[in-house]
């Protein structure tokens, strides 16, 4: 499987982050709402797989569910879309290297926020609710169980979470940029995705899927989603900013663009 170095990872997600911001607005929109539906599907189809095994199987449901899950950002990376925690990497790092502007980053992100709300509320109310699959029997049991357990998290505990989340999605979309053929990629996209979920790490678009689709079966309300929004937000930018962006950008990018700057001769 051919890949690419780091180096070349970091220019082609800095050029992906540039790409991003100069999306026609209708394209933002489809493509942001597609990435919340892709993500909320992979949850639909994490909680329709473990829903009703069997109590005695304990963790290895938890891996079950995270092995099925990354098929959301699959879809994303390969038929298109556009999701807020990965161009938290993606635009940080075009910021850092001075190709876009704040603004550009700052519209960006919240229009792919509320896009990715939009696609998740409609997968969660059609499919979950409509539909059923996130209401019947042991999978209602299972929907209010995880997004209890999300709840449950102080602010602290799920902001530092939501950074080990990040941290794992952002190399996943890494991976799958430094791999030049759709297996490797898929690779790439697989084993840090499984990991962030069998963890439980906690991801704001994943949880505007989960949350909503509980509150729709009438357990928790909108100030308790708001809530775990908030913090699992910041979480997910500092993961995906900082310990990705940041860190790949000083290691493999900046010393390349301080050297494209010139020297001042002393006069």
């Not at 992906?16 to 607005?25: E, H």
């Not at 409509?130 to 209010?144: M, N, Q, R």
């Amino acid at each position: 499987m051919a890949y690419l170095k780091p180096q070349q990872i970091a220019e082609k997600t800095i050029e992906a982050g540039v790409n991003k911001t100069r999306l026609p607005m209708p394209v933002l929109w489809i493509l942001g709402f597609l990435g919340g539906a892709f993500i909320s599907f992979g949850f639909l189809l994490d909680i329709r797989v473990i829903g009703n095994l069997p109590a005695e199987w304990g963790s290895f449901a938890s891996l079950l569910g995270g092995a099925v899950f990354p098929v959301g950002l699959m879809l994303i990376v390969l038929a298109g879309g556009e999701l807020i925690t990965g161009n938290i990497m993606s635009v940080s790092m075009a910021f850092y290297a001075k190709k876009v502007s704040l603004k550009d980053l700052g519209l960006n992100w919240i229009l792919v926020i509320l896009a990715n709300f939009l696609g998740a509320l409609f997968v969660a109310y059609f499919f979950g609710h409509v539909v059923g699959l996130t209401e019947a029997g042991p999978f209602l049991d299972k929907t209010i169980a995880i997004a209890g357990a999300k709840l449950d998290e102080s602010f602290g505990q799920t902001l530092v979470s939501a950074i080990g989340c990040n941290w794992l999605v952002c190399l996943a979309i890494w991976l799958s940029t430094g791999a030049e053929d759709v297996g490797g990629k898929i690779l790439g996209i697989w084993f840090p995705i499984m990991a962030f979920v069998a963890i439980g790490f906690q991801h704001v678009v994943a949880n505007m899927f989960l949350i909503p689709a509980a509150i729709f079966a009438g357990h928790f309300t909108w100030m308790d989603y708001f809530s775990n929004f908030v913090p699992t937000l910041i979480g997910n930018i500092i993961g995906g900013a900082v310990f990705v962006g940041m860190a790949y950008f000083t290691a493999y990018y900046k010393q390349k663009m301080d050297s494209s700057v010139p020297s001042r001769k002393a006069s």
